[in-house]
Structure formats: C-alpha cells, structure tokens
C-alpha cells in the first residue's frame, strides 16, 4: 500500500506563516495529482489546493487564494503546501492525498485513493 506522510503543522498565531510537507517517496509525481485537504472538527473533509501530474497547473479554495501556495520537488518525492497569512479558520487537520495514476486535480475527497494521516494546524493568539 502506497503511503503519504504530512509534517509541519503546529500551533501559530495569526499572521504567521507554516510549511507542510507531504513525503511522497513511494510516489513518482509525474503520475499523480497531489491534494492538500482540511477537516475542522464537525466539518466535511474540503480541499484547500492541488498539483497535477504534470506540475503544470495547480488549483486553490477560494478562503486561501493568495495566501497558500502548492508546489513540489521531484527529486525528493515531495510536496509543499506554504501557508501565510494565517488565520482562525485555517485551523484543522490538514491531509495530503493522491488521486489514481493520471487523473487531474479535483476537489473532491473521493477523486483521492491515497491518504496521509494528517497534520495538525492550529491557529490561535
């Protein structure tokens, strides 16, 4: 079974900025699209960004255009989700996720057949 291991998260304060990494070392990227997801606590699981296979387009929410940025380095299997400006409603557990081989980017949880554990972010003064 393919794994995806998050790290990164932690407590900020507002206006601050947090780096998570998603390890995708079982992972080549240039076959997978790449998600970042979220979950509050008594919220659905919604999507925050993604890369595609190719690395040629990426998508975001609309509550973290400008302030999240997606990328990722192919030599170290690895995805990036940058995160400034934070906020209260950033808080949650934020989950990286592949789709199958070669599918696009898509902001439904089901689209995903490879899930992380999940990272938590808190945002609080």
């Known amino acids: 079974q393919l794994q995806l291991v998050e790290s990164g998260g932690g407590l900020v304060q507002p206006g601050e900025s947090l780096r998570l990494s998603c390890d995708a070392s079982e992972f080549s990227l240039e076959y997978y699209s790449i998600g970042w997801f979220r979950q509050a606590p008594g919220k659905e699981r919604g999507g925050v960004s993604c890369i595609s296979d190719s690395g040629r387009s990426t998508d975001y929410a609309h509550s973290v255009m400008g302030r999240f940025t997606i990328s990722r380095d192919i030599g170290k299997k690895t995805v990036y989700l940058q995160m400034n400006s934070l906020q209260s409603g950033d808080t949650a557990v934020y989950y990286c996720?592949?789709?199958?081989?070669?599918?696009?980017?898509?902001?439904?949880?089901?689209?995903?057949?490879?899930w992380g554990q999940g990272t938590q972010v808190t945002v609080s003064s």
């Open positions: 996720a592949a789709t199958p081989p070669f599918r696009r980017c898509s902001d439904s949880p089901y689209d995903y057949e490879y």
